[in-house]
């Protein structure tokens, strides 16, 4: 079974970086030709992709947030990571990893991070 979990700090301060990991067991995040993906929710409104990356370490993003964001791997680990720059009162949500393979079939449960000093 296929199983993602994310983990980080649930508080912030503004300018900070904002840095989250997923942990997937169950599957690889380097074969087959799925997307690792980072979505988050704000509090009152709809879900947003953020960006992902490739079973080959290829990454796309939002453009709305491209300038401030990155994923990393670290294939030792099954983990792939999402960093926020700069970050403002604005990005305080509910953070989520998710697994594309035609539709978004595998999610974390998600965890809160507020921005706040």
């Known amino acids: 079974q296929v199983q993602l979990q994310e983990s980080g700090p649930g508080l912030v301060k503004p300018s900070q970086t904002l840095s989250l990991t997923c942990t997937v067991s169950g599957d690889s995040i380097t074969t087959n030709s799925y997307g690792w993906n980072w979505i988050r929710q704000p509090p009152g409104k709809g879900l947003e992709w953020m960006g992902f990356?490739?079973?080959?370490?290829?990454?796309a993003f939002s453009p709305l947030l491209k300038s401030r964001t990155s994923i990393s791997r670290d294939t030792s680990k099954n983990q792939f990571t999402l960093q926020l720059m700069s970050v403002t009162p604005e990005d305080t949500a509910v953070y989520y990893c998710?697994?594309?393979?035609?539709?978004?079939?595998?999610w974390g449960q998600g965890t809160q991070v507020t921005v706040s000093s």
């Open positions: 990356v490739t079973s080959s370490g290829n990454t």
């Open positions: 998710a697994r594309y393979n035609q539709r978004y079939d595998y």
